[in-house]
């Protein structure tokens, strides 16, 4: 035989090493298998998605008349006995006139009732449109219109301000200054307006089935009811009521010169000077029949925004 050979044996890892390697390796699998799930799940579409903005209403470019003639025809089609049954369905109920909050229970009633739209009717200034998240009738939406008359009040005390910081012989800082003051008088206006309980609701979001619906839609004060069987969610939806007042064609919206919101838009071109958002709009979480959530988004959900006109911005330059 040759030289004596030395057998080597295995090493071992100190004990310490060992559960250190032992921790490692299964870290290192957690972290694969956790890989490997969101490979396979990094394409799925979530299940609440939120999906597009559903629009309910009159828009820019249509008729009113076509509008009416079309949300009638899709009740009657909807109650029609012949057709399949259908469940409850949100609907926009649009009046022919401005009412008292009183007036709502008996208009509305028989259905679930979860948005009023109000707006002060001056003969002399264009208004924004208010939404009012309303359950209890005609409690929340006198509520909501004493928080708007709050906001007014702010929105006056702004725009006072803002008519003595234009004070000068300039042109442009006079016509601000007046643009100002006249938007404070109608703010002032809508705020006591509010404060009296006016005769200012004109349009309600309401839930109900088919046969409800047609009961509202004939009663007297009611202009149409227009049911939207694809609203889901009430936060990914804009209402358009159209106002009392209107007829014809809804004229397209110039930027910067109308009143807008998120939920409603109308045709009227608005006089403020500047742009103030203001929102009198709280959480809805329950205001549907039991079972149904309704969700409000605040980023969906800003109930108005006064826009500024052409002459805005030569104030703005003014004040600089």
Do not use: K
């Not at 870290?27 to 956790?34: I, M, T």
């Not at 601000?176 to 003051?181: C, F, L, S, T, V």
């Not at 979480?285 to 002459?311: I, K, L, M, W």
Request: net charge neutral; glycine share 6%.
């Amino acid at each position: 035989m040759g030289p004596a050979e030395r057998v080597r044996e295995p090493a071992v890892p100190h004990p310490a090493l060992l559960r250190v390697m032992i921790r490692f390796a299964a870290a290192s699998a957690v972290v694969l298998l956790l890989g490997v799930i969101w490979a396979s799940r990094r394409d799925a579409v979530p299940d609440d998605d939120p999906g597009e903005l559903v629009r309910v209403g009159v828009v820019p470019g249509q008729s009113v008349a076509g509008y009416l003639r079309s949300s009638r025809a899709e009740l009657a089609a909807l109650t029609d006995p012949s057709a399949p049954a259908a469940g409850d369905t949100w609907a926009l109920v649009s009046l022919d006139r401005y009412v008292v909050p009183g007036r709502l229970p008996d208009l509305l009633a028989g259905t679930a009732v979860a948005q009023a739209y109000l707006r002060v009717p001056l003969l002399e200034a264009p208004t924004p449109v208010v939404r009012i998240p309303a359950r209890h009738l005609p409690g929340d939406v006198v509520s909501g219109m004493l928080d708007a008359a709050l906001q007014r009040d702010r929105e006056r005390a702004e725009y006072l301000r803002l008519s003595r910081n234009a004070q000068g012989e300039d042109r442009n800082r006079e016509r601000a200054r007046q643009a100002y003051e006249s938007a404070a008088r109608t703010a002032a206006e809508e705020a006591a307006a509010y404060r009296s309980g006016c005769a200012c609701v004109f349009a309600a979001v309401v839930h109900a089935a088919p046969a409800a619906l047609r009961v509202v839609a004939d009663r007297s004060g009611v202009r149409v009811v227009d049911p939207a069987a694809e609203v889901r969610r009430l936060d990914r939806t804009e209402f358009r009521p159209p106002l009392p007042e209107q007829q014809g064609t809804v004229p397209p919206e110039p930027s910067g010169s109308t009143v807008t919101v998120p939920t409603v838009r109308t045709d009227i071109v608005s006089a403020t000077p500047a742009p103030i958002p203001s929102s009198v709009e709280v959480a809805v979480t329950s205001a549907a029949p039991d079972g149904f959530r309704v969700e409000s988004n605040p980023s969906v959900a800003v109930t108005q925004e006064r826009s500024a006109p052409p002459t805005a911005t030569n104030a703005n330059a003014a004040q600089d």
